[in-house]
């Protein structure tokens, strides 16, 4: 725009000094009221709390930079309304936000409201010209608006000022050209935005995520340069192709992981995907565009350190969506560790169709020599170190091994026999950094016992008691003095990236899954106690082992470690015999209290699974700790965890070793049921039922000796929030109502019944029910629900307890099929379409059961000894 068209007249001069008032003494009365309402190192806080809770932002990337900036000199008018209106506890005025204020609405929200539908009123405008008598009118009105948002601020009159002064002074040429321009500008502004928004309406993804995701993506590709395409990739790539999912199944560090992330890349790369690195199945639904194709990648969907029950219902939940996904051309990409592969659940689930399945180990497309050789070669490693005898003995998660040689110096040393047997050796180096660079050490354990994330923010901030006692026990175990400064720890973890930790959006993990549970062993052979204490249930479930040795004292071990750091450093072989390469902590007899206390503690989380399904519950000494814990414990507070309604989500554990886990079992153990009267959906699930299924009789029958002890009858055993109005339970021996007690009533001394859950009665909870039926289910189905589960568990002394308090009907009746339908709703257990392959059909045969058979049919399909039949026939 050439100078000539912008010559100062009297007309051009008049929206020169408009534009100048707006430009200046509006704009800074606005970003004064903004720093009364929010200080600039609150803004960004602010902004990403309101664009989280939206969903969307309304600000384009440049003004987003921009608040981000925190200088509040170079927001605009436009960019100022929205924080103002949006961020801002300023009341709307009389006519709402985004209207035309009132004319005696003298707010401080009407006056913002002003100020922007002057600065659109000349963005709109192609007019270059006011005229006289028109910019006397203008000055008059913004002069007015700036007094009274000055009134508000209590300030001086400044800007008041310098409207007066603008009214009469000798404008600049030049600046007067740029202040029009500026202000004309506005219209092209407000489309853009507008374009932005219309955009962001458009798509899937919330922004924020979307940038989180593209910064995961790059990563990814930084490190797709060192992927190498194996002999059978292309057969892999075109399952991909051709299934709406494919799950990826391998040991730790077997490539499983860079195989899906370089596939997302070709498809992006290629064909213009969308790539969603998540972490949940549910975002499938949630994000899936139907315009667009896109590849959602969920590594270890089924769990890391086991078996995750919880994840495999919510994949049967979603099955529709993986077979059909609503953009036909989404792929979902998952990852699967190979021991939960083999689970018995995984039998028969929707992932285990061979069509949708890549085994990496399997023989067309395991690593044959030659992609050995090329990933030594990607990585820049001596090809001499595979020699022919080497290439046969390898580990299936030598891509891993390749990428740690690499970066590792000190593993030089190992040379082929780290690609043999690479456990041991990491496990000698740690031995050596815990003596001569404690700080790493200590690093690497506070990553671990925090769960695999560690921050700067949060080392400095301390900000828990649990966190800063937790931070003082491990620098304590590691003789680090508790007062060191962050920063050194910050500091090993940054000189650890690439080794053993990675970072991310300023948080540091470890490199790997494998390399959490091999920090984990190391540390806590040593000091099981902290690793029980702080370590989440499950990797207690599937870590922890009771003992059948008796370890060295631990200063011993730790003097004959410190002497033989130098003899390891220079050692040409690795002792592998002293390491357990299940990396299983065994605890001595002396720690079994101690895991005792923490399966007490858990069940209180809701850790049901993880408790009771782990094998060393059932050890005799490990079982009679936990009874003493039982013991010590006022039967006020066994019934709220065993007896009653758990108020905790129970969550679903990541082992299960010898149990097929059926649906309907899971239904029987959760218990959950609608209404038809008032269309909700009630759920009663009791820690009673884990006990019972996982056949844990010695538990059962110290409840059962304690109900009866405390109460004189077993009622409590079969009371529950559908049952409580029912009339079928007995009186206590003492003549008063068995459902009209409160826990209140109850102490250690009293006999008295208890059918209150932790906060109130269930007769109370009842009560307050509209639905006259609700809590008059007859007590018998929840006995054979007892009886069910314990058939299931398979466990005959477990049966036989529960036995003599049910009665032939419970035992033998068909009638509860009815009633239990009319409860539950299976729709999403149907059995799968007859177009499965046979053998999946086959395994379909072996779940041929009704969750409504009575108990006797269960026994006999689960109690299989003809002999323990015999026995139940006889009870």
């Keep these: 725009m050439s100078n000539s068209k912008f010559k100062l007249t009297g007309e051009n001069t008049n929206l020169a000094r408009v534009a100048q008032m707006i430009l200046g003494p509006c ?13 600039p190192s609150n803004l960004e806080t602010k902004v990403r709390a309101y664009i989280a ?17 925190k200088d509040y000199l170079k927001f605009d008018v436009t960019l100022l309304y929205f924080l103002l209106r949006n961020m801002c506890s300023i009341q709307p005025h009389s006519n709402k936000w985004g209207n035309n204020p009132h004319p005696g609405d003298r707010s401080v929200s009407g006056n913002i409201e002003r100020i922007r539908l002057i600065r659109n009123e000349y963005g709109h405008n192609s007019e270059r010209s006011i005229s006289d008598i028109d910019f006397k009118i203008k000055y008059k009105y913004i002069k007015g608006i700036v007094r009274e948002l000055e009134n508000y601020l209590g300030s001086s009159t400044k800007y008041q000022d310098e409207v007066k002064e603008l009214k009469t002074c000798t404008m600049d040429p030049t600046q007067s050209e740029k202040n029009i321009k500026e202000l004309l500008d506005l219209n092209e502004k407000i489309k853009d935005i507008s374009g932005d928004v219309e955009e962001m309406r458009k798509i899937a993804l919330p922004w924020n995520l979307k940038v989180i995701y593209e910064k995961d993506v790059l990563k990814w590709k930084e490190d797709d340069s060192f992927f190498v395409e194996t002999h059978n990739f292309q057969a892999m790539l075109d399952k991909v192709r051709q299934q709406p999912f494919v799950t990826f199944v391998g040991v730790p560090g077997s490539g499983k992981t860079a195989t899906a992330r370089h596939i997302a890349i070709l498809l992006h790369e290629k064909d213009g995907y969308e790539i969603l690195p998540t972490r949940d199945i549910n975002n499938i639904e949630m994000y899936c565009d139907p315009r667009n194709p896109q590849v959602f990648v969920i590594d270890d969907v089924l769990g890391v350190f086991g078996f995750d029950m919880k994840e495999l219902e919510k994949l049967t939940n979603y099955r529709d969506r993986l077979n059909e996904p609503t953009m036909p051309k989404t792929k979902v990409l998952m990852t699967c560790r190979e021991v939960v592969f083999k689970h018995e659940a995984f039998s028969g689930s929707i992932l285990s169709n061979k069509k949708q399945v890549v085994q990496l180990h399997s023989e067309e497309n395991a690593l044959n020599d030659q992609d050995k050789y090329d990933l030594f070669a990607k990585y820049n490693l001596d090809k001499d170190l595979l020699s022919a005898d080497t290439l046969s003995k390898i580990s299936k998660s030598f891509p891993y091994l390749c990428k740690l040689f690499s970066r590792k110096e000190e593993l030089g040393h190992y040379g082929q026999q780290f690609f043999i047997s690479p456990v041991p050796c990491i496990m000698e180096l740690l031995d050596i950094m815990k003596i001569r660079n404690k700080i790493h050490y200590a690093s690497l354990v506070l990553l671990m016992t925090n769960q695999n994330s560690l921050s700067e923010k949060k080392i400095n901030k301390d900000d828990t008691t649990y966190f800063r006692e937790m931070k003082f026990q491990v620098l304590k175990r590691c003789k680090v003095d508790p007062t060191t400064c962050s920063f050194y720890f910050i500091d090993a973890l940054t000189e650890m990236e690439g080794t053993y930790t990675e970072q991310s959006q300023s948080e540091f993990k470890f490199i790997h899954d494998s390399m959490l549970e091999i920090i984990a062993f190391n540390f806590g052979r040593h000091f099981p106690e902290l690793i029980l204490q702080y370590m989440d249930s499950d990797y ?79 050890h005799p000494l490990v079982l009679q700790k936990f009874l003493d814990v039982m013991k010590s414990k006022p039967y006020s507070e066994l019934f709220t965890l065993f007896l009653s309604a758990l108020k905790k989500e129970v969550k679903r554990g990541k082992k299960s070793k010898k149990k097929k886990f059926h649906s309907k079992c899971y239904k029987l153990l959760m218990n959950s049921k609608w209404n038809d009267e008032d269309g909700d959906l009630y759920t009663c699930v009791r820690a009673i039922y884990w006990v019972i299924f996982y056949g844990h009789n010695q538990v059962l029958q110290f409840i059962i000796d304690q109900i009866k002890e405390n109460t004189n009858t077993v009622n409590d055993l079969f009371q529950t929030l559908f049952n409580i109005r029912s009339d079928d339970f007995c009186t206590t021996v003492q003549g008063t109502d068995c459902n009209k007690r409160n826990e209140s ?62 009665d032939k009907n419970v035992l033998l009746s068909e009638s509860w099929g009815q009633i239990y339908d009319d409860y539950y709703d299976d729709d999403n257990y149907d059995d799968d379409d007859e177009e499965e392959e046979e053998e999946e059909e086959e395994e379909e045969d072996e779940e041929d059961w009704n969750i409504s058979d009575p108990p006797i049919v269960v026994a006999n399909e689960n109690i299989t000894s003809s002999k323990d039949y015999l026995l139940i026939v006889a009870c």
């Design 27 to 39: 704009a800074n009365v606005l970003r004064d009221v903004l720093r009364k309402e929010i200080s």
């Design 745 to 806: 009533d109850i102490d250690e001394n009293s006999s008295g019944r208890c059918d209150v859950s932790e906060d109130e009665s269930w007769s109370d909870l009842c009560s307050e029910k509209s639905v006259q039926s609700f809590g008059t289910e007859p007590v018998f189905i929840e006995k054979r629900r007892l009886l069910n589960l314990s058939c299931y568990s398979g466990d005959l002394l477990t049966f036989q307890t529960l036995l003599p308090y049910c």
């Design 540 to 618: 207690i479930a599937n870590y922890i082992k009771p003992g059948t040795y008796k370890c060295r004292k631990r200063k011993r071990e730790e003097d004959e470690l410190e002497q033989s750091v130098n003899a390891k450093e220079n050692s040409d072989t690795v002792a592998s015999e002293e390491y357990v390469h299940d990396l299983c902590i065994k605890l001595q007899e002396s720690h079994y209290h101690l895991l005792a206390d923490r399966l007490f503690e858990d069940i209180h989380r809701g850790e049901l699974f993880n408790v009771f399904e782990n094998e060393a519950l059932k």
């Design 53 to 69: 809770k939206t969903k969307k932002p309304l600000i384009n990337q440049h003004q987003e930079r921009l608040v981000y900036s």
